[in-house]
């Protein structure tokens, strides 16, 4: 960043900025931290070795070495109550209970961001209502929204310390007794890189609808 121009008005003296350089922010002080261009390459390059090499480690793409799906041991009215139990509100019981009859293993989505250290009610509550649909017989899938961390520049965008928050979380829901047998978690970027073309064209054809 360089200073282009001085004006004076009032007293009060005002600086032109011209920016010339990127800027990336320094996780442990929440500060910016401006990049010459060689270090900006540096950064880049680093980020895209690591994306290489995740696609290279198979062992990403298996996080839960526990997942073998169980069938539930319940009535389907008592399947019907639990999965009730989750939430607020239920915008159609009857289709809820008539999937619960059609399907032994229904299939549940939630996600997250590896972001930093997991407070007690993303850690308890969640591993609660997971265990709840389990009992229910539902299939519980997490997407682990590793680039969307990086995006968000999470653990200063290092993509390995974003991968190793994400499991301090699974070993955190382990710990407070979740689950795991239906539970699968994916890497988001595993994902994506399956089916780059059809994901982005998907996200433009959205952009483009709501914007």
Known sequence: MCIRDRQSTMGKTYFLIKSSMKATIDPSTGGLVFLNEEQEEEKVNLTRQQLVSTQQDSSLTDINKNYYPLPSRLS???RY??????GIECINEKELYDLLERKTHPICYD???PS???HIAQGVFKAINVNKLVDAGCIFIFWVADWFAMLN???GGDLEKIRNVGRYFIEV???VGMKMSNVKFLW???EIGKNPDKYWLQVMDVA???N
Do not use: I, P, T
């Open 81 to 86: 109550k639990l999965a009730m139990s989750v």
């Open 153 to 155: 520049n999470k653990m």
């Open 76 to 78: 389907l009215d008592e």
């Open 111 to 113: 996600g997250f961001e």
């Open 116 to 118: 930093g250290r997991m």
């Open 208 to 210: 483009r609808k709501n």
């Open 173 to 175: 829901w382990k710990a």
């Open 188 to 190: 988001a970027s595993d």
